[in-house]
């Protein structure tokens, strides 16, 4: 959804705290209708004037007053450096990560006190996976929680999708995943009612769109690998979702 439109400089908007923000006109819903072929989940106003922020399940876009104008893209306040598109995001991601049934994770938890907890959606084919799983353990002793969810790329009936099934399945859970990442062995196939495939939906749901994809407890996403240190201290520098 106009993924490749740029909200900023090329559209010529100014943010000013000064300006005074107006309320989200009672038919800008409907107006924006036939172009996307359904209302907004959501609309709400922005620090910039005329312009509403519009929100599609995972995805925001930017619209003027009268839905003449659309505009996809981060919507960043220059004078803060705050990404007001991110942090939107971050307060919906919170809300759907406090409903996490933890017991579907496959837990790692930190040693002595807990400081943090992430989400890590994976993939065990995922060289990348792979090598942040290598990280786990030093990030436990920096007080980090790790909690896998499953996230098979190539999507539900896939040879990772089965394989995660087999992890999940599996008596000693932890062992598993340890023995497929770390040693690259194959686990005993078995059979039961597992949450990959509504892990992976929850991926999508989330915007998840590659692996590793690490989500906070206040709804920050983080994708691509990291290491342990870098891992800890943009989590220590994270602002928090309202």
């Not at 106009?2 to 943010?15: N, P, R, Y």
């Not at 209302?39 to 930017?62: Q, R």
């Not at 980090?144 to 999708?161: E, K, M, N, W």
């Not at 078995?190 to 495939?197: G, L, R, T």
């Amino acid at each position: 959804m106009f993924k490749k439109m740029i909200l900023g400089a090329a559209i010529g908007l100014t943010l000013a705290s000064s300006w005074a923000i107006a309320e989200v006109p009672a038919d800008l819903g409907e107006k924006m209708k036939p172009l996307f072929g359904g209302a907004p989940d959501s609309l709400k106003e922005t620090p910039v004037a005329g312009v509403f922020e519009a929100k599609f399940g995972g995805e925001i876009v930017y619209v003027s007053a009268d839905a003449r104008y659309v505009f996809a893209g981060e919507l960043i306040d220059a004078q803060t450096k705050t990404n007001l598109t991110e942090l939107a995001m971050s307060a919906e991601r919170k809300e759907i990560v406090k409903k996490i049934d933890v017991s579907k994770t496959i837990e790692f938890k930190a040693k002595g006190d807990e400081k943090h907890v992430i989400y890590a959606f994976t993939d065990v084919d995922c060289p990348f996976c792979v090598k942040l799983h290598k990280e786990v353990p030093a990030l436990n002793e920096k007080g980090v929680t790790v909690r896998y969810l499953a996230y098979p790329r190539a999507g539900v009936g896939s040879p990772a999708y089965k394989k995660m099934a087999n992890i999940w399945c599996a008596d000693d859970k932890q062992a598993a995943m340890n023995q497929v990442k770390n040693e690259g062995k194959e686990i005993t196939s078995k059979e039961c009612a597992n949450p990959v495939a509504e892990q992976f939906e929850l991926g999508q749901k989330l915007g998840v769109n590659g692996t590793p994809a690490l989500v906070t407890a206040d709804g920050m996403m983080i994708p691509g690998f990291r290491p342990a240190d870098q891992l800890v201290q943009m989590l220590e520098k994270a602002p928090k979702a309202n």
